[in-house]
């Protein structure tokens, strides 16, 4: 097992800290640009001139654009943040994959929220928030690029296409195509710290930018179709992971709900005598509700039959929790039980009730159903071979494993002389004929024809498959009027 590294957080750190500094240096280009513009019509207005309309509109333009730009090194330094994540948290070993997912969701959300929410509020001047260009725009700009930049970047497949089309052009052997048309994986994690960034965006600028929440649903909606439609038609199969990330995922929502509290008193409503109230009231109860189990002492009981419906009336979390105590089973994302059928994986002390409902779903139907000898569009009757099958109203010809037939009657007994013994015997060649000998009577009685046997294995008669009968491999001809396998030939057998 590899070695846990210890400076696992400097890739998502130090992304975080060139983003901070491209950041910094773009908001002190926009304030030079917005003091430039206010002397100008300081100015204009001193000498009682007015500057052209194609003037304000330039300066308009300069300042909406560096906010835009703005915008984009945050998403691109998310796109960093992740990739570098990503490749350290390979080399990092965990008891379990679902505890390494965790650990990425974490990790991967931190950065994002940090390039994205705390470095903008940092670096901003509070007094240009909602001026041309200020904050508020290039936070309505950073929500708006966050909620679809990232799907459609996910759509267009870019890595897979450049495998595909250029690298597979230079692939050597068949394993490395094989590599490099592999389906892209599908990381949960990934998924996950997508919707708990664009929810962080909505919920931090929400009091300074009431549309965020919109632009966060709008987000949210384009990234379950996204993630729907990649998940079943594009991406490779993802890991068998616990409920542990979905539960995890729940209390990062709460803890982000508490962070909004901190940040609205600290920075939004920095001074402001009114806003006290409502921040300890709101600390209180979100810690409350986040830290203390508020449901059980309460007693508020959840209907999770309801909730649960796809457990025939049992909870998930009651019907897939682990013992006290117990090691868990998605180390290696094997699990095994005790039929000999298919079922999808369930863990060792999941409740017997729904494995056997599990196992009566997925259990071998008591005969093969029919097969449809009807062909398909484009389809002609010599498709397949010998390996097509027969139509119901041909009957195959009983059979064991393989394309052997029956052996034909044999050949009259030839009564012969005992030879003397030879010191090397010629081998026996199948298919070639004897040399003309008389034939004096024998005094040993004749050796026993070799009968036909079975296959060892026989399936059920209701799985059972009999393909239709091959040529044979040798038409007959003067010299061996009947074909036998190589070393059946009674006349040989005997001979020797």
């Known amino acids: 097992m590899c070695q846990r590294i210890e400076d696992d957080g400097n890739g998502w750190c130090g992304g975080t800290g060139f983003g901070a500094v491209l950041q910094y240096l773009l908001e002190q280009e926009k304030q030079k640009a917005r003091n430039d513009s206010i002397d100008s019509q300081t100015s204009e207005l001193a000498a009682e001139d007015e500057s052209s309309t194609l003037d304000k509109a330039r300066e308009s333009f300069n300042l909406r654009f560096v906010s835009f730009a703005i915008a984009a090194v945050v998403v691109v330094m998310n796109i960093i943040i992740t990739t570098a994540i990503r490749k350290l948290n390979m080399h990092e070993a965990y008891k379990t994959r679902s505890d390494k997912q965790m650990n990425f969701i974490l990790k991967l959300t931190a950065g994002h929220l940090l ?73 949960i994690a990934e998924r996950y710290s997508n919707i708990l960034k664009t929810f962080g965006l909505a919920t931090f600028f929400g009091p300074l930018l009431p549309c965020s929440y919109c632009i966060g649903l709008v987000g949210v909606t384009f990234s379950y179709f996204t993630d729907k439609y990649m998940a079943l038609r594009v991406c490779a199969k993802p890991d068998h992971l616990n409920q542990d990330v979905v539960l995890a995922f729940n209390r990062m929502l709460l803890f982000i709900a508490v962070i909004q509290y901190l940040i609205c008193y600290f920075r939004y409503f920095d001074g402001d005598d009114n806003f006290v109230p409502v921040f300890v009231m709101g600390l209180i109860f979100g810690v409350t509700y986040t830290v203390f189990p508020i ?45 000999e059928v298919y079922a999808p994986r369930l863990p060792e002390y999941c409740l017997e009730d729904f494995k056997q409902r599990v196992y009566d779903e997925y259990k071998l139907p008591p005969r093969v159903l029919p097969a449809n000898p009807a062909l398909l569009h484009g389809q002609g009757n010599d498709a397949g071979g010998a390996a097509t099958m027969p139509p119901p109203s041909v009957k195959a010809p009983p059979m064991g494993y393989g394309f052997s037939q029956p052996l034909p009657p044999p050949l009259p007994v030839v009564a012969m002389a005992a030879e003397p013994p030879r010191q090397v015997p010629p081998p026996a060649r199948a298919f070639q004929a004897m040399p003309a000998q008389p034939a004096p009577v024998s005094t040993l009685p004749p050796m026993p024809m070799p009968m036909q046997q079975s296959a060892p294995t026989t399936l059920p008669s209701e799985y059972s498959y009999n393909y239709p009968v091959p040529p044979p491999a040798f038409p007959p001809s003067a010299e061996a009027p009947t074909a036998y396998p190589t070393g059946m030939n009674p006349s040989l057998n005997q001979h020797n």
């Open 295 to 339: 449901q059980k002492i309460f007693g508020i009981k959840v209907d999770e039959e309801l909730e649960d419906g796809g457990t025939g009336g049992v909870s998930w979390e009651e019907c897939m929790k682990f013992p006290e105590g117990c090691a868990r089973e998605d180390i290696n994302g094997i699990h095994s039980h005790g039929l």
């Open 115 to 187: 390039n994205s929410v705390f470095v903008p509020i940092m670096v901003a001047d509070p007094s240009y928030w909602y001026v041309r260009g200020g904050f508020v725009e290039q936070a309505f700009y950073i929500q708006l690029v966050n909620a679809v930049l990232p799907d459609i970047v996910q759509l267009l497949r870019v890595r897979y296409h450049i495998n595909t089309i250029y690298l597979a052009k230079f692939a050597k052997t068949q394993s490395q195509m094989d590599v490099l048309h592999a389906p892209e994986e599908f990381s």
